[in-house]
C-alpha cells in the first residue's frame, strides 16, 4: 500500500464521529426545546407526577447525550493527525 495514499478505516471512522457528532448535537437541541416547552407549561398551571417524571427522564437523556458528545469529541482528538 502506497504511504501516501488514505487509510479507508480511518476515513469512515473519522466520517463517524463526524455524523456520531452532528446526530448527538441534533438530539441536544431538540431535548432542550422540550423541557424548555414542558416548563412553560408547568408555569401555565399543568403540574402533576407524570410531568415531573416526563422532565427527569428527557434531563436524564440530555445529561447522557452531553457525555456522549463530549467523549466522541475527545475521541475526535486523539484521531486528529494534528495531535501528536
Known amino acids: 500500500m502506497n ?3 488514505k487509510d479507508p ?6 466520517d463517524l464521529i463526524v455524523s456520531g457528532k452532528t446526530q448527538l448535537s ?4 431538540i431535548l432542550e426545546n422540550w423541557l424548555r416547552d414542558i416548563k412553560q407549561s408547568q408555569c401555565s ?5 407524570d ?9 436524564d437523556m440530555l445529561r447522557s447525550r452531553r457525555e456522549m458528545l463530549s467523549t466522541l469529541s475527545k475521541q ?7 495531535v501528536q
Not at 398551571?45 to 407526577?49: F, L, M, P, Q, R
Not at 415531573?52 to 428527557?58: D, G, H, P, Q
Not at 475526535?76 to 494534528?82: E, F, G, M, Q, T
Open 45 to 49: 398551571g399543568i403540574n402533576d407526577i
Open 76 to 82: 475526535a482528538l486523539k484521531k486528529s493527525p494534528l
Open 3 to 5: 504511504s501516501n495514499a
Open 9 to 14: 478505516d480511518a476515513l469512515s471512522a473519522e
Open 51 to 59: 410531568i415531573a417524571a416526563t422532565c427527569k427522564s428527557y434531563e
Open 26 to 29: 441534533n438530539e441536544i437541541k
